[in-house]
């Protein structure tokens, strides 16, 4: 079994660069945007190709100094989204190589390049090359078996990933693929075992072409180098980048240099991101092409997602088979992140179900992005996650499109909102005089009681109910509760109990949201 020395790094690249050449047409033709770029395959091997030819000009003295040379060519080189991440791979053995590179260097050495790779990318999606890479870390973790041994297993725990990848990511079941970087991933992983064994892994794994008949740019895949910036700034700028499209990465060598990446539309702005903070160069500009859209697989042509504040009810709704974003209380959610919401959803026509109004100016912001425009969004005004799950009761899948929309729309605006906040500070309302710690109750954004404090379990049953009474007496059949984070254990049962004495014929559903600024939401239709 082949130790690993500067030699044997210059065989895995010259094998990467044959496997990949290989494959390239192929991982190529899968073409699923934003599941993998236009060109997957061309990507990674213009990134390999590069890399070899850098450490093919250099005399490393040991197999460290190859790893380091390899990583700085691959920083250098990549291209694409796919073509970073695989120099983030390389990048990450690079930076263990330490010592001896035995088999629990080997594993280490995976486990920093999942954190390195995973890392540079803005907001990971499953079902990528991401996903495979996590999957190899987690197999390999703590191994302690012979450098050959420990390859052999991460070869293979990543073609089993792989298969995976169509359940992990609607696009792909879809297209009916795997996931493009990912395959390429595997073939980088069974160079290395065929270089340290000397018996390379035969796997198959089915990757159909779809042909693209028609394409047209609608935005652009911009990227450089950025010398000189300094690493706390990182954040700053794939914050800035995220603003203006999505598959950001910003991806280190080692040695102070990161590649930077991004699809947008404005590519002055992404230019201009690296120029306050460091030194662009080698800038290149490509369209990004938008295929005819795949025929949706499994009668699936829509999907609903939701944006919401809470941990809990993010849950709640993903149990439901929901695809949620869950946005931090009194945040926003970034474009970024609302795009890659969108790109994971199923089918041409994505609704979109938001929580409150802050969170609906957003999601209005990411749906008239251009990076979306090949999506028909639709986004149902909601003010209350009451509204939310009002809508998602009468969604119905097997309904026309636009029917099912006019059904949760309706259904949201017919859905009287009530609230009890706990005051933060003293304030004059309509109805009085509000202190610190009192229980405020309000309907439809209006306050209409103030519940001296302190809050107790028996005050907030009483204001809650004094809510409910006004909201009822317009008439309602179904009451849904949800408790913030502040409740007290029992609010909820406590609530249910009183109002099964005063409005038996009310149908009643409670659940736990996670929210931090209201106690409870309630929410009459």
């Not at 895949?221 to 706390?232: F, I, N, Q, S």
């Not at 042509?301 to 993903?318: F, I, S, W």
């Not at 509204?387 to 899948?397: F, G, S, T």
Request: with cysteine; hydrophobic share 50%.
């Amino acid at each position: 079994m082949r130790v690993l020395d500067a030699a044997a790094v210059a065989a895995w690249a010259a094998g990467c660069v044959r496997s990949l050449a290989t494959l390239r047409p192929a991982i190529d033709g899968i073409n699923v945007y934003p599941v993998a770029d236009s060109d997957t395959g061309s990507n990674m091997l213009f990134t390999m190709r590069g890399a070899a030819g850098e450490l093919a000009e250099a005399s490393p003295a040991d197999a460290a100094e190859a790893l380091r040379i390899l990583a700085r060519g691959a920083v250098a080189s990549a291209k694409g989204n796919s073509g970073v991440i695989l120099s983030q791979v390389v990048r990450g053995l690079a930076d263990r190589a330490e010592g001896e590179l035995d088999g629990a260097w080997l594993a280490n050495a995976l486990g920093h390049a999942d954190e390195v790779a995973t890392g540079a990318v803005s907001r990971p999606v499953a079902g990528t090359i991401l996903t495979v890479l996590h999957a190899v870390a987690l197999a390999v973790r703590g191994d302690t078996s012979t450098l050959g041994e420990v390859a052999r297993k991460a070869a293979e725990e990543a073609a089993h990933a792989l298969e995976k990848t169509p359940e992990q990511l609607p696009a792909l079941a879809r297209a009916g693929v795997v996931d493009a970087g990912a395959r390429g991933l595997v073939a980088v992983l069974d160079a290395l075992v065929g270089v340290l064994t000397g018996a390379p892994i035969e796997q198959e794994h089915a990757l159909e072409v779809h042909a693209v008949p028609h394409a047209e740019a609608y935005a652009w895949e911009v990227m450089y180098l950025l010398d000189g910036v300094d690493e706390a700034s990182l954040p700053t700028l794939r914050k800035e980048l995220s603003g203006l499209g999505d598959s950001v990465t910003v991806a280190g060598d080692g040695s102070g240099s990161h590649a930077v990446h991004v699809h947008c539309a404005d590519i002055g702005a992404a230019i201009e991101a690296g120029l306050t903070l460091g030194r662009p160069r080698k800038i290149r500009v490509e369209p990004l092409l938008t295929p005819t859209p795949i025929e949706p697989g499994g009668g699936i042509d829509r999907t609903v997602v939701a944006v919401v504040h809470g941990g809990a009810l993010a849950e709640l709704l993903r149990a439901e088979s929901i695809p949620v974003l869950a946005v931090p209380e009194g945040e926003t959610p970034s474009v970024e992140d609302m795009i890659s919401l969108l790109n994971e959803a199923a089918g041409q026509h994505v609704t979109v179900l938001p929580g409150s109004v802050e969170l609906t100016a957003a999601v209005d912001t990411a749906a008239g992005h251009a990076v979306a425009a090949d999506r028909d969004v639709v986004v149902i005004p909601c003010v209350s996650p009451v509204q939310v799950l009002a809508a998602l009761a009468v969604h119905d899948a097997g309904r026309r499109t636009n029917d099912d929309v006019v059904a949760m729309a309706e259904a949201a605006a017919a859905t009287r909102r009530g609230e009890l906040r706990i005051a933060q500070e003293e304030s004059l309302t309509w109805v009085g005089r509000a202190q610190s710690g009192d229980v405020v109750g309000l309907v439809d954004d209006e306050v209409v009681l103030i519940e001296p404090a302190p809050a107790s379990e028996t005050n907030l049953v009483a204001a809650a109910m004094n809510v409910l009474n006004r909201m009822l007496a317009l008439g309602g059949e179904l009451v849904t509760v949800l408790s913030g984070a502040a409740a007290p254990p029992g609010v909820a049962d406590e609530l249910a109990e009183q109002l099964r004495v005063e409005h038996p014929e009310v149908e009643l559903t409670s659940y736990a949201s996670g929210q931090a600024g209201a106690v409870l939401l309630m929410g009459v239709e």
